[in-house]
């Protein structure tokens, strides 16, 4: 089982950035892909980035492509999701999560078995 924590969330205008941070421990090495999955007030979690910890592939949500940008720190065990011109509808709770997968499945939450605790991002317009 992976442990993950997730920080780095808080209040920023819109066009402003942010980098969430997705601390893992516990069995890492079955880490095989790790996402972020977003839940807005009366919405359903819906699924933002990826990657795939062995041979780097990413995805990301149509919504948030070219201004958000996944990464990871293999040394720490740590992911990263730094978010650039943020827009008041990015407002959600935020989640890391970690999984296998591959390709569009990837993209699914039902492709992940450990969850973090959720991190809330605000934009303010």
Same mark, same amino acid.
Do not use: H
């Given at each position: !089982? =992976?442990?993950?924590? @997730?920080?780095?969330?808080?209040?920023? !205008?819109?066009?402003?950035?942010?980098?969430?941070?997705?601390?893992?421990?516990?069995?890492? #090495?079955?880490?095989?892909?790790?996402? *972020?999955?977003?839940?807005? %007030?009366?919405?359903?979690? @819906? #699924?933002?980035?990826? #990657?795939? *910890?062995?041979?780097?592939? $990413?995805?990301?949500?149509?919504?948030?492509?070219?201004? #958000?940008?996944?990464?990871?720190?293999?040394?720490?065990?740590?992911?990263?999701?730094?978010?650039?011109?943020?827009? %008041? @509808?990015?407002?959600?709770?935020?989640?890391?999560?970690?999984?296998?997968?591959?390709?569009?499945?990837?993209?699914?939450? $039902?492709?992940?078995?450990? *969850?973090? !605790?959720?991190?809330? =991002?605000?934009?303010?317009?």
């Amino acid at each position: !089982q =992976v442990q993950l924590v @997730e920080s780095g969330g808080g209040l920023v !205008q819109a066009g402003g950035s942010l980098r969430l941070s997705c601390a893992a421990s516990g069995r890492t #090495f079955s880490t095989y892909v790790m996402g *972020w999955f977003r839940q807005a %007030p009366g919405k359903e979690r @819906e #699924f933002v980035a990826a #990657f795939k *910890w062995n041979d780097g592939n $990413t995805y990301y949500a149509d919504s948030v492509n070219g201004r #958000f940008t996944i990464a990871r720190d293999n040394a720490k065990n740590t992911g990263y999701l730094q978010m650039n011109s943020l827009k %008041p @509808e990015d407002t959600a709770v935020y989640y890391c999560a970690v999984g296998a997968c591959s390709g569009y499945r990837c993209k699914g939450d $039902t492709s992940y078995n450990s *969850w973090g !605790q959720g991190t809330q =991002v605000t934009v303010s317009s």
